[in-house]
C-alpha cells in the first residue's frame, strides 16, 4: 500500500482520519473517557502521534510477526479502555466492529489521499493489501468486505452511525485547530491545518462537525493538494516515505531490546 511513496504526506489527512473514526459514538467516548494518560493526544501529543505512525508502518509495512508483536502491546493498554455505568454509550477497545471501522476510515483515507494528490485512483490491488488495518488488531480476516463494491456499502452503512455531539465536536474541533500543540503551532498554522482536514472530510462529517465548505473552498483545496503532491513527487523516496520509515526502525529497535512499544 502507498509504494509510491506517499506515505508521509499522507499525514495530512491525519486528523480528517481521526474525526471519522472518532465519529462513531464508541469510538468517540472511549477515546474520550480513555483512563489510560500516556495515550492521551492533548497531554502526550508526540507520544501518541508516534505510536500511531507507527502502528501504520507496522501494519503496511512489517512482516506478520512484528503486527503480532504489536498486536499483543496494544492489547495490553486496550484492556484498560472501557465504558462504566457512567458512560453516555457502552464500549470497549476490543470491540471488533468498531476495530473494523477504524481500519475502514484508514482504508478511505488511502483512497482519498491518493485522489487527492496524484488526481487518480488508487490501485485495485491496494484493497486486498488493505486487511492489515483491521487485522494488526482483532478484525478477523473474514470480516474485511470482499471487494471494493462491498466496501462502498459497509461505508455508506458506516456513514449513517455517524454521531457527534456537542461534546465530542468540541474535542473534535480542537482536534482539527492544532490545540493539542503548544503555542505557537496552533497560532501559526491552526487555520490552514483545520482547511486541510474540512477538505479530506466526507459531508457527513463536515455537516456533524459544524465546518462550512463551499464548491471554492473545494477547488482552493484541490489545487492545494495537486500542488503538494507534485512537489512531494520530486523528492527521494526516503523522504516521502519519512516518518514511517523512521518509525519502523524504532520499533524494530525497541522490539528486538525488549522495550516497551507504546
Not at 519502523?248 to 531490546?257: E, H, S
Amino acid at each position: 500500500m502507498l509504494s509510491d511513496g506517499m506515505l508521509g504526506v499522507s499525514l495530512l489527512a491525519g486528523s480528517a482520519n481521526v474525526i471519522m473514526q472518532l465519529g462513531r459514538p464508541g469510538l468517540g467516548y472511549g477515546v474520550l473517557e480513555s483512563r489510560v494518560d500516556s495515550g492521551n493526544l492533548f497531554k502526550h501529543p508526540l507520544k501518541r502521534s508516534r505510536t500511531t505512525v507507527t502502528y501504520l508502518a507496522v501494519a503496511m509495512l512489517g512482516t506478520d510477526d512484528e503486527r503480532a508483536a504489536y498486536r499483543r502491546a496494544v492489547n495490553t493498554v486496550h484492556a484498560h479502555v472501557v465504558s462504566t455505568d457512567a458512560s453516555p454509550v457502552q464500549y470497549h477497545a476490543f470491540d471488533r466492529d468498531l476495530q473494523l471501522w477504524v481500519a475502514a476510515c484508514l482504508y478511505h483515507g488511502v483512497e482519498d489521499v491518493h485522489r487527492a494528490f496524484l488526481g487518480c485512483p488508487a490501485p485495485e490491488s491496494w484493497y486486498a493489501d488493505a486487511v492489515v488495518l483491521g487485522t494488526t488488531l482483532q478484525v478477523r480476516p473474514e470480516q474485511w468486505p470482499v471487494d471494493r463494491a462491498a466496501f462502498a456499502a459497509y461505508w455508506a452503512d458506516g456513514l449513517a452511525r455517524v454521531d457527534i455531539d456537542d461534546r465530542l465536536r468540541e474535542y473534535l474541533t480542537a482536534i482539527a485547530n492544532l490545540e493539542f500543540l503548544p503555542r505557537p503551532w496552533p497560532l501559526l498554522f491552526g487555520r490552514l491545518h483545520r482547511f486541510v482536514t474540512t477538505g479530506f472530510l466526507p459531508e457527513v462529517f463536515r455537516e456533524q462537525m459544524r465546518l462550512p465548505w463551499s464548491a471554492a473552498d473545494q477547488r482552493r483545496f484541490d489545487r492545494l493538494m495537486r500542488g503538494i503532491g507534485r512537489m512531494v513527487e520530486r523528492l527521494p523516496l526516503r523522504a516521502r516515505r519519512f516518518p514511517y520509515d523512521a518509525c519502523l526502525a524504532d520499533f524494530r529497535r525497541r522490539l528486538r531490546a525488549g522495550k516497551p512499544l507504546v
